[in-house]
């Protein structure tokens, strides 16, 4: 059963996300985009409330990739890239973390196909653009290349945890 924590974090979450979600289809991105930050940001948080692993990276990918969806929808293609590239690599990062939680490895490298297609679905909307496409490509990169870039964990993004 979950407790008051969890289920008041959820739901906080849930709403924000709805909220944004409503924003988003009206074509008010700004104030899509303030909720979706308000809601990643408390998932981040709390990140340690939510009832499963499993639970806590999905909504972490959906908080990451609705404010990348809306940044693009912003003209912010730089941001997006961003974006899409430190969620994806916090995934991959937190599938070879030795210290990570088995359930948070599992649901690391079941989310990160994810965040993979839409790392490649971006990087084919933006076709060739200077500044986003190096970006981008050096992201699906890391992630092909058999995690090497894993071996200095000092110089890399935060694990989620």
């Known amino acids: 059963m979950a407790n008051s924590k969890?289920?008041?974090v959820c739901e906080s979450w849930k709403q924000l996300?709805?909220?944004g979600n409503t924003h988003f289809h009206a074509h008010a991105f700004t104030r899509a985009l303030t909720c979706y930050e308000h809601a990643r940001s408390m998932l981040l948080q709390h990140f340690e409330a939510w009832a499963?692993?499993?639970d806590a990276v999905a909504a972490l990918v959906v908080s990451y990739l609705n404010l990348a969806d809306t940044q693009q929808r912003l003209g912010r293609s730089q941001e997006a890239a961003d974006t899409l590239c430190m969620v994806h690599d916090r995934?991959?990062?937190s599938m070879h973390h030795p210290a990570a939680e088995p359930a948070l490895r599992e649901a690391a490298r079941r989310h990160q196909r994810e965040t993979f297609a839409a790392l490649t679905q971006f990087a084919k909307?933006?076709?060739q653009d200077s500044h986003v496409s190096p970006l981008?490509?050096?992201c699906l990169a890391r992630?092909?290349?058999g995690m090497a870039y894993m071996h200095d964990t000092h110089n890399i993004a935060t694990p989620i945890h």
Do not use: F, M
Request: aromatic share 0%.
């Open 17 to 19: 996300t709805s909220e």
């Open 6 to 8: 969890q289920t008041d």
């Open 91 to 93: 995934l991959i990062l």
């Open 143 to 145: 992630s092909k290349s």
């Open 125 to 127: 909307a933006q076709g």
């Open 52 to 54: 499963t692993a499993d």
């Open 136 to 138: 981008v490509e050096a």
